[in-house]
């Protein structure tokens, strides 16, 4: 499985940005699809996931933030819906997948896309 993220940039205190991410390769043994961040000196922490249908977000960008999952011929594209953004929302996001491994489960990361919210 491969991931490709992007739509991160510069965005004003309070706006809106939508990050993608499409995931391509064995798709079909994919049942987690997430998206984490990481800010500067800080750990990856997860921002939301999708799982079988439902969602989890984390504290902090419930009611700004909403995932989402399009499936695509030999695609599954996810997004981040990002309103309402704040300055601590500045980060690298990264898309993550898990799904059925030869041993169990493997997870899979996409490269990163870089959002800054500036005043």
């Known amino acids: 499985v491969q991931l490709q993220a992007c739509g991160g940039g510069l965005v004003q205190l309070g706006g809106s940005l939508t990050l993608s991410c499409a995931a391509r390769?064995?798709?079909?043994?994919?049942?987690?699809m997430s998206w984490f961040r990481q800010a500067p000196g800080n750990d990856r922490e997860l921002v939301a996931s999708?799982?079988?249908?439902?969602?989890?977000?984390r504290d902090s960008v419930k009611g700004r933030f909403a995932i989402s999952r399009e499936s695509a011929q030999n695609a599954v594209n996810l997004q981040l819906s990002m309103n309402s953004l704040k300055r601590e929302d500045t980060a690298v996001y990264y898309c993550?997948?898990?799904?059925?491994?030869?041993?169990?489960?493997?997870?899979?990361w996409g490269q990163g896309t870089k959002v800054t919210v500036s005043s």
């Open positions: 999708l799982s079988g249908g439902r969602t989890t977000y």
């Open positions: 993550n997948a898990v799904g059925v491994g030869r041993n169990g489960s493997a997870t899979y």
């Open positions: 390769g064995n798709i079909g043994t994919i049942y987690t």
